[in-house]
């Protein structure tokens, strides 16, 4: 494709086959197209590499890709390489001589983008290799990997600010999905970005459908939930490898294609896994957090967790996994007290100090609040991030069904009177017990009858007092001591609550039936569902580009995403210029891929009018 120069709108459409820019994108290409340095945060899928690729093309030089994940260079490069683009990695799995040939490429001038890591970067003979070539522009991506406080802080990234020394008629681009306030200060000042634009695009991702539920009998409700994605890839997080192990197992007896990820396995069977995901359709991968760190699959339909993840934080980048491709996903969690108690636990044994501590309580209980939300968690979520979103979003569960709430107050008085009164030694059992006045040998032990809390509260179910603890509990009243055996005592914030000085409005627990809408078709055109009649060509389509994939030793979504093989089936293009119009076909796959997709589409004519109009 080198030096056509064609403008940034042109290459989006010819080699991407895209008709538009998404929000961002094009404000930031035109500022590093005219050579400013710029800080780009973008939501996970949001698409930032577009960012950095297409200023690569339209300006003379190679575009420089820093990114830390060998993994994802190879899977972008391929990918690139398909849409005609001249594209390269250099690292440590690269044979010597196609090194040399890269190298040589590089000095010719006739690479569009060349990707490394820090490490490989940073050596003296690359920066002397680069010192000799056109550049066109640096993009750092994961560009908080610079910052100490981030959580994915890695020393060589301190030393990109020498790209400023050697560099500096070259544009730098800091590129990341994850900076607050404090992190993007220092990733402008670690890598002395000149007088830097900073674009900071919404966190929403409107195709993501956000819901909670209450842990009842996990193993089945996470089997319901794959049933209604049943050969679809996802994600499904627990936090012990054990869990992950029993995981897998399960859903494989269920029919699913589901594989274990953990840092226990042997490295070469996790890479197995990991190849599976990618490559094949309809994997679903059971994992430990160790799975997702630049996995940069388009096509993951949901992300489940069936255990509560650390913070808000790592529960945006988990479920930001699903739906790059804009199109409906689902991010799906099930939580209850085990799992709030346990979380605290870890907490109080890790070995950080005190004030890491205090801000690892911090984000726990920010976690907890936003599980317990009455109203759109999706605003909240996007409140966290210091967006200021609209009330309600219409696509998470709390909006497709809102919970009723009541005042709890009282309730929860008798509640912790009664966690004072038994000596604030017991765990929830037998608290319950006492608070229903049941006659059990722990209670005639301990002469607990005698207590005046004893059968208060007769009118309430043991479920309805363990959902009324598990609240006080994530809203930071009452404490459940790890060390010992989970014995329930008051926080110090409950004294307010016990003398009625404070309200508390509390979930009702329903036991949700799932509701039965179909993931959001609001914010974005992804209203075309594959009805019955279509279904033979969908399937035909899959298995073609899961054949082409295959010859091509690449993932099937870089032959067509998904959303391009529903547009065949909507549209039905019966000749190559009509398949160029459709969204995700570039010149470069059309010449590769248009005539086998064209035959398989032939093999399918439509049957009866009506049976492809799109839902409303
Ligand atoms: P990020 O790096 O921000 O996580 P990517 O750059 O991988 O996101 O983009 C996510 C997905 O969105 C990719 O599949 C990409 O092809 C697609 N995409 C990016 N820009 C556009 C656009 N303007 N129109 C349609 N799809 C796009
Ligand atoms: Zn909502």
């Not at 295959?550 to 210029?577: I, K, N």
């Amino acid at each position: 494709m080198l030096n056509m120069y064609r403008s940034a709108p042109e290459i989006l459409r010819e080699i991407y086959g895209y008709d538009a820019f998404r929000p961002g994108q094009e404000a930031i290409i035109n500022a590093v197209v005219e050579g400013r340095d710029c800080l780009v945060l973008m939501p996970t899928g949001g698409g930032k590499s577009l960012c950095y690729q297409i200023p690569a093309m339209v300006r003379p030089g190679v575009g420089i890709v820093v990114s830390p994940l060998i993994a994802l260079m190879q899977d972008q490069v391929a990918a690139l390489r398909q849409a005609g683009v001249a594209a390269a990695f250099l690292n440590s799995t690269v044979p010597w001589f196609e090194q040399g040939e890269i190298k040589d490429a590089l000095i010719r001038g006739s690479l569009d983008l060349l990707y490394l890591a820090p490490e490989r970067l940073l050596q003296e003979e690359t920066l002397a290799l680069l010192e000799n070539a056109e550049l066109a522009l640096f993009a750092i991506d994961e560009a908080h990997c610079v910052s100490q406080w981030g959580h994915d802080f890695r020393q060589d990234y301190l030393g990109l600010n020498v790209l400023a020394q050697r560099f500096p008629a070259v544009p730098r681009m800091a590129l990341t999905a994850t900076a607050d306030a404090r992190t993007r200060g220092e990733i402008v000042n670690r890598l002395a970005l000149k007088g830097p634009m900073r674009f900071v695009s919404s966190f929403d991702r409107p195709n993501i459908r956000y819901s909670v539920r209450i842990k009842d009998g996990a193993g089945k409700q996470l089997a319901a939930f794959l049933e209604e994605h049943r050969g679809e890839p996802g994600i499904v997080y627990c936090l012990s490898r054990r869990k992950v192990e029993e995981t897998a197992e399960a859903l494989r007896a269920l029919g699913h294609d589901a594989l274990p990820y953990h840092a226990g396995m042997a490295s070469a069977q996790r890479a197995t896994h990991q190849m599976r995901f990618l490559r094949q359709d309809g994997v679903v991968i059971v994992a430990t957090v160790a799975f997702g760190m630049g996995i940069d699959k388009p096509d993951v339909r949901f992300v489940a967790h069936v255990d509560l993840p650390k913070s808000v934080e790592a529960y945006y980048q988990e479920t930001g996994r699903a739906g790059r491709d804009g199109e409906p996903a689902e991010a799906w969690m099930v939580y209850g007290l085990q799992d709030v108690v346990r979380l605290r636990q870890m907490v109080e044994q890790s070995a950080a100090d005190d004030q890491h501590k205090r801000i690892e309580r911090s984000k726990l209980d920010a976690l907890l609040g936003w599980c317990e939300v009455t109203a759109c968690r999706r605003a909240a979520l996007l409140r966290y991030f210091g967006d200021e979103p609209p009330a309600e979003c219409g696509n998470c569960d709390v909006c497709l069904a809102p919970p009723k709430t009541w005042d709890g107050t009282v309730e929860a008085q008798k509640l912790m009177s009664c966690i004072v009164r038994t000596g604030q030694r017991f765990g929830a059992a037998h608290v319950i017990d006492v608070l229903r006045g049941r006659d059990t040998p722990k209670v005639r032990q301990h002469r607990h009858a005698e207590l005046s809390t004893f059968g208060i509260g007769a009118d309430l179910t043991d479920t309805q007092w363990r959902s009324l603890l598990r609240q006080l509990v994530a809203r930071g009243y009452v404490d459940s001591d790890p060390g010992r055996y989970g014995a329930l005592t008051l926080a110090r914030s409950a004294r307010p609550l016990l003398r009625g000085e404070v309200a508390v409005t509390l979930r009702e627990e329903t036991k949700l039936a799932r509701s039965k809408k179909k993931p959001a078709t609001t914010n974005r055109d992804h209203g075309f569902q594959i009805g019955a009649t279509d279904e033979p060509l969908w399937e035909a389509l899959r298995e073609c580009r899961l054949r082409l994939a295959d010859q091509a030793g690449l993932p099937p979504y870089v032959v067509f995403h998904d959303a391009t093989l529903r547009e065949f089936v909507r549209l039905r293009p019966a000749s190559l210029d009509a398949m160029l119009r459709v969204h995700g076909v570039g010149q470069s796959k059309l010449e590769r891929y248009g005539e086998e997709f064209l035959a398989v589409l032939a093999e399918h004519p439509q049957h009866s009018a009506g049976s492809t109009s799109p839902a409303a």
